[in-house]
């Protein structure tokens, strides 16, 4: 079955820790992205990478990095320097050609202890 | 100006109506527009879309609508059926992102529908 696997699907971080969410994708896209949701509000853009070893930033990257060393995978890292990082956050991918629809995968809820 | 909105934070229709959701946006420039459904605790399931060059599409009890000119595009569920119960986004897609060919979704706020037997 082709599709979006993030893990884990709950996550909790200390203050001052750094976390890695997963994000791994079996349907041979090139472009994958990071998503944020907060209560009430839509799917805001972290980052977003065309092909392999490049990446670039979406609308609210500050305190978030990313990698992209193989094409199925696309790990976000939630860094100690994001402020309010309490959120569902949501990988996807898609095929690169205008109005083909993003995948989204099942999301990470990430709480603060 | 890449805002997309969705006035309605709730609707609530009887099964076997219809239930007509809508979606407002100020950028001419979006190329496509799309509709998500997600359930809690998951992630939004594609379900369908309409290119800028298009007023209407259908795909079975689904139906979009795009007027450009208001700036305006709905879905119509029909017949609704329980199962149709989730939150629906609207998204816009264009190639605002620096990168050539990246192509960057702007959603709404989302509109939770229930449907009730």
């Known amino acids: 079955d082709g599709g979006i696997t993030q893990s884990p699907k709950y996550l909790f971080r200390k203050e001052g820790q750094n976390v890695t969410l997963s994000c791994e994708q079996n349907?041979?896209?090139?472009?994958m992205y990071w998503y944020r949701q907060d209560p009430g509000q839509g799917l805001r853009l972290i980052y977003y990478s065309q092909i392999v070893n490049d990446f670039q930033k979406g609308d609210i990257a500050e305190g978030y990095s990313v990698s992209r060393e193989k094409k199925e995978s696309f790990p976000l890292t939630v860094t100690s320097a994001q402020k309010n990082p309490t959120a569902f956050y949501l990988c996807?991918?898609?095929?690169?050609?205008?109005?083909?629809?993003?995948?989204f995968g099942d999301g990470t809820r990430l709480s603060i202890l | 100006d890449q805002q997309v909105k969705q006035n309605s934070p709730s609707l609530s229709v009887q099964e076997g109506r219809i239930s007509i959701l809508n979606c407002d946006y100020t950028n001419s420039m979006f190329d496509y527009f799309l509709w998500y459904k997600k359930y809690p605790a998951e992630g939004p399931t594609f379900l369908i879309s309409?290119?800028?060059?298009?007023d209407k599409n259908e795909d079975g009890r689904f139906t979009v609508f795009l007027n450009k000119s208001a700036k305006h595009l709905s879905l119509h569920i029909v017949p609704s059926q329980p199962g149709d119960s989730a939150v629906y986004f609207c998204?816009?897609?264009?190639?605002?992102?620096?990168?050539?060919?990246?192509?960057?979704?702007?959603f709404g706020q989302g509109t939770r529908l229930t449907i009730n037997p």
């Open positions: 309409i290119s800028s060059i298009k």
């Open positions: 349907l041979n896209h090139d472009a």
């Open positions: 996807a991918s898609s095929i690169q050609d205008l109005g083909r629809p993003q995948h």
């Open positions: 998204a816009a897609s264009g190639t605002f992102l620096p990168t050539q060919g990246a192509q960057k979704l702007v």
